[in-house]
């Protein structure tokens, strides 16, 4: 079993910025893929930013060049750093976790962006 805690989310203005963080903890061999989900209201949860194990990342077309996903392996986390947001990025922000063929969320962490 693995958990994941986000923490990070808050209120911030357009333009401004907040890192989210993810922790994880358990049975944590073999994670090869963590990444951000977004999910805001009457929306689909949809894929932010992914990070494999040999450090490759991918981003939605919608925050590249404004957000960047990072790991520290020492620490077991995975970090969001969010630049430049929009009212648009308002969302609950989800850690995910994929150990093989098992996939694992966090709580989730509220993000909004004040115009």
């Known amino acids: 079993q693995v958990q994941l805690v986000e923490s990070g989310g808050g209120l911030v203005q357009a333009g401004g910025s907040l890192r989210l963080s993810c922790a994880a903890s358990g049975s944590l061999f073999r994670i090869n893929t963590m990444a951000w989900f977004r999910q805001a209201p009457g929306k689909q949860r949809e894929l932010v930013a992914s990070?494999?194990?040999?450090?490759?990342?991918n981003y939605a077309d919608s925050v590249k060049g404004r957000f960047t996903i990072s790991r520290d392996n020492a620490q077991n986390t995975v970090y969001l750093q969010m630049n430049s947001l929009k009212p648009e990025d308002t969302a609950v922000y989800y850690c995910?976790?994929?150990?093989?063929?098992?996939?694992?969320w966090g709580q989730g962490t509220q993000v909004t962006v004040s115009s």
């Open positions: 995910h976790a994929a150990q093989g063929t098992q996939i694992y």
């Open positions: 990070i494999y194990s040999r450090s490759s990342t």
